[in-house]
């Protein structure tokens, strides 16, 4: 993985971008380093070192904009797609009744998801073609999701930074680093599941 982020960083602000709108607004970007590459760029703005130079107000507008940008095409990928791909009866993936749960769960928990989804890998990769399938309020839509992409697209590297300035060699326990962020991040996931499992039936 350490690999795939030092080859992003090479395009600099571009590269993170690019992989941050494809992770938030294209399914297939799921498994790219969303978490990864933000920490990753942060501790490079605050050391230097290297190749790559990064400052710190660029990774932040790079991340915040492919972030904003990815989930409004997300969005309107799922509305423009979504009902004939969820159209489906024998589907295993795409059943109609899956629609109609999404539809359901975006009336209740719409706003709340879509901002807390920018801080748990994969969820994030689903929730703007969800809400677009769900025909979710666009506007309602776009203020959370703005407001989280600002909360993750900036704290993440900020604090990442912060933390490089103060402990050297940071960079060192990268991996390390983005452990703990990706397991901490799969908590809620993890919890909702177990919470699912644990209710009754009807």
Not at 5 to 17: C, N, P, Q, T, V
Not at 93 to 107: G, H, I, S, W
Not at 149 to 165: F, K, N, T
């Amino acid at each position: 993985m350490e690999h795939w982020i030092d080859a992003i960083l090479g395009f600099s602000y571009i590269g993170i971008f690019l992989v941050v709108f494809a992770e938030t607004g294209l399914l297939v970007g799921a498994a790219l380093p969303g978490d990864s590459l933000l920490i990753a760029a942060g501790i490079v703005a605050a050391n230097q070192k290297g190749n790559v130079h990064l400052d710190l107000g660029g990774v932040i507008v790079a991340v915040v904009a492919g972030a904003i940008l990815g989930s409004i095409v997300g969005y309107f990928l799922g509305k423009r797609w979504g009902p004939a791909i969820f159209s489906r009866q024998h589907s295993r993936l795409f059943k109609p009744e899956y629609r109609v749960r999404a539809e359901e769960f975006f009336a209740k928990e719409g706003p709340k998801s879509v901002m807390l989804a920018r801080f748990i890998p994969f969820v994030r990769a689903v929730v703007p073609t969800l809400a677009g399938v769900s025909n979710m309020d666009f506007r309602q839509y776009a203020l959370y999701s703005v407001v989280g992409a600002i909360v993750w697209g900036a704290g993440l590297p900020a604090l990442a930074s912060y933390v490089a300035q103060r402990i050297p060699d940071l960079d060192h326990y990268i991996l390390l680093i983005i452990a703990v962020v990706i397991v901490l991040s799969a908590i809620p996931v993890l919890l909702k599941v177990l919470e699912a499992r644990r209710a009754p039936h009807v």
